[in-house]
């Protein structure tokens, strides 16, 4: 389980999910069409059932690590509202893959949900 913790009323830090190359697919595609995708995320409190958060809009942001490569992470900005009242929150990532066209190179397209091995808890003091 990934645990992330926020005060209530702020809005700092901003959330981020790291991608983690699994090692079983061609990382390098999946940082190009992550690039072009649409990701939103979802936060839902465990006690009532109800979503506090709908399909909001996030990003990627470029990691700030010493690598060869470029790697990436989901990012959510807090608004006000979303850290409004106390409580336990389950949080999920949804990466929509839009079509890459390029010669000889085929891209994931479709649908992620994150996290994929763990889940997200987010806990508003």
Not at 34 to 50: E, S
Not at 81 to 108: Q, S
Request: charged residues 30%; glycine residues 4%.
């Amino acid at each position: 389980m990934q645990e992330f913790y926020i005060n209530k009323g702020s809005i700092l830090p901003t959330l981020r999910m790291d991608l983690i190359d699994d090692g079983r697919h061609t990382f390098w595609k999946f940082n190009d069409a992550v690039q072009a995708a649409d990701i939103t995320f979802t936060m839902v409190n465990m006690d009532t059932g109800l979503t506090k958060i709908a399909k909001a809009p996030a990003y990627i942001k470029l990691r700030e690590i010493p690598s060869c490569d470029d790697e990436y992470c989901i990012c959510y900005d807090w608004k006000e509202r979303d850290t409004k009242e106390a409580g336990l929150f389950k949080g999920m990532f949804d990466i929509n893959f839009n079509e890459l066209k390029h010669d000889e190179v085929t891209y994931p397209t479709g649908l992620l949900k994150m996290p994929i091995r763990e889940e997200l808890m987010i806990t508003i003091l």
